[in-house]
C-alpha cells in the first residue's frame, strides 16, 4: 500500500521567496545550463513502454548481488586518509578527514515506490546495512527522485546523522519527515560551504527533478566537489553531456578521482543521462586521475542490461588510456588499493 508520506512536502512561501533569488528559477521551474528535454510524447510513448517492460526479466541478474559486511574496524579513521564504499546504484559512503560522508543513501528495496509496478533492487536487506553503518556527520543529497532520496533509508538513518547539505527545495521533504529546518541546508549551483576542513560545492548537472505530477523541476539537480589540503573528488550527480564538465575541471580540477554516473541511460532521455561513452569523456573534461562509475548496479530503469553499463564503460576508458576502477558492492577502497580491482560483475550472469 502506498504511503503518502513518500511524496515528502508540498512547495511553501518561503520555498517560492528562496527560488526566486536563484539564477537558475526562470520564475515556474529550475532550467538547465542547456536547452534540454525528454523525448517521450504521444508519438512515442508506445515505444517507450515496450521497450522499458517487456522482456525486464532478462536485463536483471540471474541471482541477488552480494554485499560486503561493513567492516567498522577497517572504516576506523588512518591518518586522515580518505575511504570509500559504494552500495550500488549512487549511494557512497566516503571518510574524508577523518569524517563519515554519505551520498544519496537509496538502501531501499524499490525504486518505484509510488508506481504501478515495483522497481526491485539486485540486492537483498539493503535497508538492514543501515543498522551497521558508522554515526554520519553529514549526509548530501543531489536531487529528490526516488532512486536518490529514499523515504525509508531517511527514517532509520534519522538517528545517525545530524548535518543535511541538500540540493535547493530538498529541505521541504526532509522537513516533512521532521528533520529539523536548523539540521538542513540547501545549495544552488557553484554555492560552496566549509566543513570539517573540507570545502564542499555544489554544481551544475543536466537533468531533472521532483517527487509527483505537479512538482516537477521545483527542485534542483546537481554533483558535489570535495576539496581538502590533500584530495580533491569530483561526484557528477544524474544528468546528461554538456559543456559544464569542461568547466568543473577547468575551474576545479584536477581531481583524484570522479564519481561519474553510468547507467539508466536509453534513446528517449538521452539528454538527461549520460551513456558510458561520455561518462568517459565528462571524467576527462572534468580532468579525473580515476573514474569510478555509479548509478548501476541495482536497479533497471532503462532497457539496457545491467552489465551494458559497466562493460561499455571500461571499453572506452580502455580505448581513450583513461584510468579507472570499479568497486565491489560494500568494499572499502582508497586511493592505495585503486590498482587492486576484481571484475567482479563478469562471475555473475
Same mark, same amino acid.
Given at each position: 500500500?502506498?504511503?503518502?508520506?513518500?511524496?515528502?512536502?508540498?512547495?511553501?512561501?518561503?520555498?517560492?521567496?528562496?527560488?526566486?533569488?536563484?539564477?537558475?528559477?526562470n520564475?515556474?521551474?529550475f532550467?538547465?545550463?542547456?536547452?534540454?528535454?525528454?523525448?517521450?510524447?504521444l508519438?512515442?510513448l508506445?515505444?517507450?513502454?515496450?521497450?522499458?517492460?517487456?522482456?525486464?526479466?532478462?536485463?536483471?541478474?540471474?541471482?541477488? @548481488?552480494?554485499?560486503?559486511?561493513?567492516d567498522? /574496524?577497517?572504516?576506523q579513521? /588512518?591518518?586522515?586518509?580518505?575511504?570509500?564504499?559504494?552500495?550500488?546504484?549512487?549511494?557512497?559512503?566516503?571518510?574524508?578527514?577523518?569524517?563519515?560522508?554519505?551520498?544519496?543513501?537509496?538502501?531501499?528495496?524499490?525504486?518505484?515506490?509510488?508506481?504501478?509496478?515495483a522497481?526491485?533492487r539486485?540486492?537483498?536487506?539493503?535497508?538492514?546495512?543501515?543498522?551497521?553503518?558508522?554515526?554520519?556527520?553529514?549526509?548530501l543529497?543531489?536531487?529528490?527522485?526516488?532512486?536518490?532520496?529514499?523515504?525509508?533509508?531517511?527514517?532509520?538513518l534519522?538517528?545517525k546523522?545530524?548535518?543535511? @547539505?541538500?540540493?535547493?527545495? =530538498? +529541505?521541504?521533504? @526532509?522537513?516533512?519527515?521532521?528533520?529539523?529546518?536548523?539540521q538542513?541546508?540547501?545549495f544552488d549551483?557553484?554555492?560552496?560551504v /566549509? &566543513?570539517q576542513?573540507?570545502?564542499?560545492?555544489?554544481?551544475?548537472?543536466?537533468?531533472?527533478?521532483?517527487?509527483?505530477?505537479?512538482?516537477? +523541476?521545483?527542485?534542483l539537480?546537481?554533483?558535489?566537489i570535495?576539496?581538502?589540503?590533500?584530495?580533491?573528488?569530483?561526484?557528477?550527480?544524474?544528468?546528461g553531456?554538456?559543456?559544464? &564538465?569542461?568547466?568543473?575541471?577547468?575551474?576545479?580540477?584536477?581531481?583524484?578521482?570522479?564519481?561519474?554516473?553510468?547507467?539508466?541511460y536509453?534513446k528517449?532521455?538521452?539528454?538527461?543521462h549520460?551513456?558510458p561513452?561520455?561518462s568517459i569523456?565528462?571524467?576527462?573534461?572534468?580532468?579525473a586521475?580515476?573514474?569510478?562509475?555509479?548509478?548501476?548496479?541495482?536497479?533497471?530503469?532503462?532497457p539496457?542490461?545491467?552489465?551494458?553499463?559497466? /562493460?561499455? &564503460?571500461?571499453?572506452?576508458? =580502455?580505448?581513450q588510456?583513461?584510468?579507472?576502477? =570499479?568497486?565491489?558492492?560494500?568494499?572499502?577502497?582508497?586511493?592505495?588499493?585503486?590498482?587492486?580491482?576484481?571484475?567482479?560483475?563478469?562471475?555473475?550472469?
Amino acid at each position: 500500500m502506498l504511503n503518502p508520506a513518500q511524496f515528502g512536502g508540498s512547495i511553501r512561501r518561503k520555498d517560492l521567496n528562496k527560488f526566486q533569488q536563484s539564477k537558475n528559477w526562470n520564475g515556474k521551474k529550475f532550467v538547465n545550463l542547456a536547452a534540454t528535454q525528454i523525448d517521450i510524447n504521444l508519438k512515442t510513448l508506445p515505444t517507450v513502454l515496450k521497450d522499458n517492460f517487456s522482456g525486464k526479466q532478462d536485463r536483471v541478474p540471474k541471482q541477488s @548481488l552480494p554485499i560486503h559486511p561493513f567492516d567498522a /574496524e577497517k572504516f576506523q579513521p /588512518e591518518d586522515g586518509k580518505p575511504k570509500f564504499i559504494w552500495y550500488g546504484h549512487s549511494v557512497v559512503l566516503m571518510q574524508l578527514h577523518g569524517f563519515n560522508l554519505l551520498i544519496d543513501p537509496m538502501f531501499g528495496p524499490d525504486a518505484s515506490p509510488i508506481g504501478p509496478f515495483a522497481t526491485k533492487r539486485f540486492s537483498n536487506n539493503t535497508l538492514d546495512i543501515i543498522d551497521t553503518l558508522p554515526p554520519i556527520d553529514a549526509i548530501l543529497l543531489t536531487h529528490d527522485h526516488y532512486d536518490h532520496l529514499d523515504y525509508k533509508s531517511i527514517m532509520k538513518l534519522k538517528p545517525k546523522v545530524n548535518i543535511w @547539505l541538500v540540493a535547493l527545495g =530538498i +529541505s521541504r521533504h @526532509l522537513e516533512k519527515w521532521e528533520i529539523p529546518a536548523q539540521q538542513v541546508k540547501e545549495f544552488d549551483w557553484w554555492e560552496a560551504v /566549509e &566543513f570539517q576542513g573540507i570545502k564542499l560545492t555544489f554544481t551544475p548537472s543536466r537533468h531533472f527533478a521532483g517527487r509527483g505530477a505537479l512538482d516537477r +523541476s521545483k527542485t534542483l539537480w546537481g554533483g558535489w566537489i570535495f576539496q581538502s589540503n590533500d584530495h580533491k573528488i569530483y561526484w557528477s550527480g544524474d544528468g546528461g553531456y554538456g559543456n559544464h &564538465f569542461k568547466a568543473i575541471g577547468q575551474e576545479y580540477g584536477p581531481f583524484d578521482l570522479a564519481f561519474v554516473e553510468c547507467g539508466q541511460y536509453y534513446k528517449h532521455w538521452h539528454q538527461v543521462h549520460l551513456y558510458p561513452e561520455e561518462s568517459i569523456q565528462a571524467a576527462m573534461d572534468a580532468q579525473a586521475q580515476v573514474a569510478v562509475p555509479v548509478h548501476w548496479g541495482a536497479f533497471t530503469l532503462s532497457p539496457h542490461h545491467w552489465k551494458d553499463p559497466v /562493460e561499455r &564503460f571500461v571499453k572506452e576508458a =580502455i580505448a581513450q588510456k583513461q584510468d579507472y576502477f =570499479i568497486p565491489e558492492l560494500g568494499k572499502i577502497f582508497t586511493f592505495e588499493t585503486l590498482n587492486d580491482m576484481d571484475n567482479w560483475w563478469e562471475k555473475i550472469k
